[in-house]
C-alpha cells in the first residue's frame, strides 16, 4: 500500500506539475508554516555504531561529533525517514571504510506530506542543514566542522537537498553524490532548487528508474547508468512496482560500492545502446560509486547482477 500510494503521488505531482511556478525564487503554491523544531539530526561514530545521538536543528552541542574527521551526511528521500534501511546500511559500511562522522537529518515531518507541499520545503530543509552543519561542534573538543571534509549523499528528493545544500555553501563542497534524483515537477524549476554539477566543486549521480520518477540525462560532473539507469533494473521485472523497486536498487547500488571488492568498474560511453553492442570498449573507466575518479567525467554504463552482492566485473 505505502508504494503503491507513493506512484499515485508522483502521477499526481506529474498533472500538477503546470499549477506549481516560481516567482522572485519563491513558490506561489502550498507554502506552509515548518516548524524547525521538528528535523532532527542523527549521528553515530565507530564508538557509537548502533544507537544514535539525536539534536535538534537548534543544538550545535554533540557527544559524538569529532570535527577533525571527515563527515558523511546522508539525506533521505520523499515519504522516508532518517533511519531507514538504506542509510542504516550505509552507516554500518562507512564506520567499517573509515574513521568518520555519520549524520542524517530526518526531515519526515515534511517528507510525508504530499509531493509539492515537500518540494516547496526543500530549501529549507537545506538551510536547517547548512545551519545546523556550520555550527555543530564536540562539547569537550574546540573548532568547528571542517566544510571540506563534508560529504553529502542524498536520495530521490534528499538528492535535490543535497544539491540546494551545496549551493548554499556557494559550491565549495569537494563531492556531493546524488541518488537517482527525484524527477516529476523538479525538472522544471530553477538551478537554485535542484542537483546540478554546479552544487559542489564535482558531483557524481547515479540512475536507476529514469524516464519516470526520476532524471534521465547528465545531472553532474559524472553520471551513472547502471543497466541504462532504467526500470525495471535486474531483479525489479516481477516486483509489481519495479519503478519503486529500480529506484531503491540504487541507494543499494551505492551501499554496496563502499567496501565492494569487486567495485562498480563502469565504462565512458554516449548510450545505453553503444554500450551494450560493445561500441565504447576502447573508451575510459570510471568507479560507480564511494571509489569514483573525479578527474573522468561524463556518462559511464555498466551491469549489474539481480541479486546481491551486485557488482560484477566490466
Known amino acids: 500500500m505505502f508504494y503503491s500510494n507513493l506512484i499515485l ?4 505531482a506529474k498533472m500538477l506539475a503546470p499549477n506549481f511556478y516560481i516567482v522572485e525564487g519563491k513558490s506561489t503554491k502550498c507554502k506552509q508554516n515548518l516548524d524547525q523544531d521538528t528535523i532532527k539530526f542523527l549521528i553515530w561514530n565507530r564508538h557509537n555504531m548502533i544507537y544514535p545521538e539525536i539534536l535538534k536543528y ?9 570535527q577533525y574527521l571527515p563527515t558523511k551526511f546522508l539525506v533521505h528521500g520523499y515519504r522516508d525517514v532518517g533511519d531507514t534501511n538504506w542509510i542504516q546500511k550505509a552507516k554500518i559500511e562507512y564506520l567499517r571504510r573509515e574513521n568518520c562522522n555519520v549524520i542524517s537529518i530526518d526531515w519526515s515531518v515534511i517528507s510525508f506530506q504530499n509531493y509539492i507541499s515537500a518540494i516547496w520545503h526543500l530549501k529549507e530543509v537545506a538551510s536547517v542543514s547548512r545551519d545546523f552543519l556550520s555550527n555543530l561542534k564536540n562539547s569537550r573538543i574546540p573548532g568547528h ?13 534528499g538528492a535535490h537537498i543535497v544539491g540546494i545544500l551545496g549551493k548554499m555553501f556557494k559550491s565549495q563542497l569537494p563531492r556531493i553524490t546524488g541518488l537517482d534524483p527525484a524527477r516529476p515537477i523538479v525538472e522544471i524549476l ?3 532548487w535542484k542537483l546540478d554539477k554546479k552544487s559542489a566543486q564535482f558531483v557524481d549521480v547515479i540512475h536507476g528508474a529514469g524516464h519516470y520518477l526520476t532524471m534521465t540525462g547528465m545531472v553532474g560532473n559524472v553520471d551513472f547508468f547502471p543497466n541504462g539507469g532504467v526500470s525495471p533494473q535486474p531483479g525489479c521485472e516481477r516486483e509489481p512496482l519495479n519503478l519503486v523497486c529500480s529506484h531503491l536498487r540504487v541507494a543499494d547500488l551505492y551501499v554496496e560500492s563502499i567496501n565492494s571488492p569487486i567495485g562498480f568498474k563502469s565504462r565512458l560511453c554516449n548510450s545505453w545502446r553503444l554500450f551494450e553492442t560493445r561500441q565504447c570498449n576502447r573508451n575510459p573507466t570510471n568507479w560507480m560509486g564511494y571509489r569514483v575518479d573525479k578527474h573522468i567525467e561524463g556518462k559511464f554504463f555498466l551491469f549489474t547482477r539481480s541479486y546481491s552482492p551486485f557488482a560484477i566485473p566490466l
Open 9 to 12: 503521488t508522483f502521477i499526481s
Open 58 to 66: 537548534n543544538q550545535d552541542r554533540s557527544k559524538l561529533f569529532n
Open 145 to 157: 566542522q571542517n566544510l571540506t571534509a563534508l560529504h553529502p549523499i542524498g536520495f530521490s528528493l
Open 190 to 192: 530553477p538551478s537554485s
